[in-house]
């Protein structure tokens, strides 16, 4: 007696697709087992974010109160909250690879970055801290996308290979 009908020992032929984008796969991956499997968001820009010294979420509660920092992670959820006086705010989880902080967007900036925040997005977020014994407060000023993160290249030229005219073109 088989267990297999006839039906299932048939090839079964998939379509062929495109692989899904790094990013969906992620987000996908996230959604589905709650972390990441073949890597991170933030993997790829890893070293942009050390040169501009932005701070892992793990390191920024051992900030001060009123001191500036930089953090970058992706977006893992957004709440939005009507002020007293009808303006939008907003408070945004975000998870880099060492931790998650809930951020507060304040009116002012909400209204300047709102179009910036999307669930899974990877954002760099330019803020201070706000704490005292009871609560501690990161507050953002400035959000920027990783795809608007300052590119930085370097190039190595030999001297004795190129002249000023050269130089001047590069």
Do not use: C, W
């Amino acid at each position: 007696l088989s267990l297999l009908t006839e039906r299932t020992q048939e090839e079964i032929k998939l379509p062929d697709t495109d692989e899904f984008p790094s990013s969906k796969l992620l987000a996908m991956e996230k959604e589905l087992m709650g972390f990441y499997v073949s890597g991170h968001p933030l993997s790829h820009i890893e070293g942009e974010l050390k040169r501009l010294e932005a701070t892992p979420i793990e390191q920024v509660t051992e900030k001060e109160d009123g001191e500036k920092a930089t953090i970058a992670g992706v977006v893992e959820s957004i709440r939005t909250n009507l002020t007293k006086n009808g303006s939008m705010m907003a408070y945004v989880e975000l998870e880099d690879m060492t931790s998650s902080q809930e951020v507060t967007v304040f009116p002012d900036a909400y209204s300047k970055y709102s179009s910036l925040l999307e669930k899974s997005k990877v954002v760099l977020i330019a803020g201070h801290i706000q704490s005292n014994e009871e609560r501690f407060s990161f507050i953002a000023d400035e959000i920027r996308t990783s795809d608007r993160l300052p590119q930085s290249m370097s190039i190595d030229i030999d001297a004795d290979r190129i002249d000023a005219e050269d130089l001047y073109k590069l």
